[in-house]
């Protein structure tokens, strides 16, 4: 089912938690609702499921007008937080609630809905547990079962509000590729909800970042990254270094040297940065501050002489090795030919006649 | 060496107070209660068997234990509803209701017995109305019914609302979504998860009418076979100076009284099982 959400707000007393939001969700699509804590992620779930009436705008499913539509008449499979399993139900009856509720004439028959629960259990994983009370269980089994559960009606559309938020690292790391995959076996339309901008980019096909009840940016997780169109979602997404003054004074990759205003901010992502041990074009000296090695990807903090600016930078293993390895103190120079501007929310280095991706070399093909 | 077994515990010195706990049970309840079995062991068999199957006796034991239940149901219904009120809904002098609800415990019972019996009174305020349907409550059983439901009414309300007040409105969502109407959200959700509190409300209530007195004698009208309560029975027996049958009548309701509360507290604990933390 393909949803669609048309200026879409939501005020809890004076707190506007959604403002105008416009999304559009294809049918079998996977979605990650993606921001900080109290940008209205989970409000726009819980308005999309039908826990919450907006106070404008509408919810298409399939193009057909569902703003005025019930819980019950959406038919979303919605899965909860803290799971929400009726703790004086067993496993099997969490799962077969949905069918058991269901009025008389579209209630399936009991040996249906056993063979229906077996299934979802199988689906699940968890064969054999049925007759288990929720205490029983681990925090990722339940989350497996609150999700058996929410199927169980076969729903058209699956919201999942910060499924793995309560589990440890490991549990859902796991759960992150078993839900990916039941996904693909399934093609429900989905969406879950999340502050784990790595959960996001790992799970979804479509990342919606959020902030201060708006939209900042909707694209596939490499679009996202690569190209962040505003300031909130390049600091939000992955690691970044910020500039601004000073240090962008002296940032005249393309000849313009225009004066920067306070407002101006720089980004630039560690891997972006290139290090060589001379002088190159536009290059500024730094010093290193500490050097991080553990993985494929060597972290260096560094210090600019001529700012005293502290950023990073990352190397690939191979990279610092053909460097020679570094250590606290040593003098480098450092590019920041990829460095983004931009003033308040707008991109400031589209004022310049060339886009910089056209015209800047990758550091890396600079320094070897 | 020696190895420390001991699980730490919050409070220290258990030996103290479980000691305490013990002395403070048996100066409050245990020592009196044997004091009566004692009293009541001073009869031969014969004459406890006569005393306590007398007609009389079996009758208001009948009329005790069947007002005492109906009135804590009556209670649990509509305790059970205003406590939803008080949670659930935001009204103006919500605070003012919620002090009203425990003013049965402040009110002496006897001033309770008479203000009710006055009302229900044949020619009283609601009396008179009834009467007209042909409906007779003061001087009835129906009287005892109103007085043990207005002194019981605080229990289920008090010990409901704080469940519904934790109770989280995950649970009643979850429920929603998987398309279950008003009915079955509360009859399968809701329900389960008050009924420990219930049951405890309940049991209180029923307690608390068995043992009642004060308000009762002045409504029942005391007609012995019809409206004379046990606890009325034992003052009876008092007053003509016969303690051992006083103290045989009391020990039988005691009794009755223990194994019904039991089985309550055992049904109580059996539903409250299934809701330990998950």
Redesign the interface.
Known sequence: MSIVLKGLSKTFGQFPAVKKVELEIPTGDFVALLGPSGSGKTTLLRLIAGLEGPNSGEILFNGEDFTAKSVKERKVGFVFQHYALFKHMTIFDNIAFGLKVRPRKHRPSKEAINSKVEELLKLVQLEGLGERYPSQLSGGQRQRVALARALAVEPEVLLLDEPFGALDAKVRQELRGWLRELHQKLNITTVFVTHDQEEAMEMADTVVVMNNGRIEQTGSPENVYENPVTPFVYSFLGRVNEFRGNSLENYTPYGVDKPFSDKEVGYIRPHEIGLSRTFVNNSYPAEVSHVNKVGAAVRIELRRLDTDDLFEAELSAEKYNIMGGLKRGDQLFAEFQNLVIFNGNTLRNSEFELPPSNLVLRPEEVRS | MKINNKKHRVLPGFGLSMGYTIIYLSLIVLIPVTILFLKASTMSLADFWETITNERVIASFKVTFLTSFIAALVNAVFGALIAWVLVRYDFFGKKVVDALVDLPFALPTAVAGIALTSIYAPNGWFGQYFELLGVKIAFTQWGIIVALTFIGFPFVVRSVQPVLQDM?F??E?????????SI?TFL??IF??ILPALLTGFALAFARALGEYGSVVFISGNMPMKTEIVPLLIITKLEQFDYAGAAAIASVMLLCSFFLLFAINYWQWR?AK?????
Not at chain 2, 274 to 278: I, M, R, S
Request: charged share 20%.
């Open positions: 989280d995950q649970y969502e979850a429920a929603r979504t998987l398309g279950a109407n079955q399968k959700i389960p998860a539903s299934k809701h330990q933390a998950g």
